[in-house]
């Protein structure tokens, strides 16, 4: 995944959101609701969510977690990604389509 696939992060560690500037022109709407799935998913489970775009430009998600940590709910980690895309399911098909839309149609893409 490169920089520019990445739409946003959040981290248990830093206690950091980010959200890639290449999409800032989203609606603000949309940023919270981001920022707060993310946040949300960091503190009940830990570690660090990525939400990026796959090669196709399908939304996916990325979770990770640094070796010692202990508190990390791996078993909970799947189930709250799975929770997220029924949940967001509506989202995450308007980003992709956005991503479709603006950024791999861009020319020179």
Same mark, same amino acid.
Not at 26 to 52: H, N, R, S
Not at 64 to 79: A, R
Not at 82 to 105: A, G, P, S, T
């Given at each position: 995944?490169?920089? /520019?696939q990445? &739409?946003?992060? @959040?981290?248990? =560690?830093? +206690?950091?959101?980010? !959200?890639?500037?290449?999409?800032s022109?989203?609606?603000?709407?949309?940023?919270?609701?981001?920022?707060?799935?993310?946040?949300?998913?960091?503190?009940?489970?830990?570690?660090?969510?990525?939400?990026?775009?796959?090669? /196709?430009?399908? &939304?996916?998600i @990325?979770t990770? =977690?640094? +070796?010692?940590?202990? !508190?990390?709910?791996?078993?909970?980690?799947?189930?709250k990604?799975?929770?997220?895309?029924?949940?967001?399911?509506?989202?995450?098909?308007?980003?992709?389509?956005?991503?479709?839309?603006?950024?791999?149609?861009?020319?020179g893409?």
């Open positions: 995944m490169t920089e /520019e990445i &739409l946003c992060s @959040a981290s248990k =560690y830093t +206690e950091k959101f980010y !959200l890639n500037p290449r999409y022109n989203l609606p603000q709407k949309i940023k919270d609701e981001l920022k707060i799935a993310c946040v949300i998913f960091t503190e009940e489970i830990g570690g660090v969510i990525t939400l990026y775009y796959d090669d /196709e430009g399908g &939304l996916a @990325a990770d =977690y640094e +070796e010692n940590d202990f !508190l990390y709910d791996e078993i909970g980690s799947g189930l990604v799975n929770q997220m895309r029924n949940d967001k399911r509506e989202l995450f098909e308007q980003l992709e389509e956005y991503y479709e839309l603006l950024i791999m149609m861009r020319p893409n």
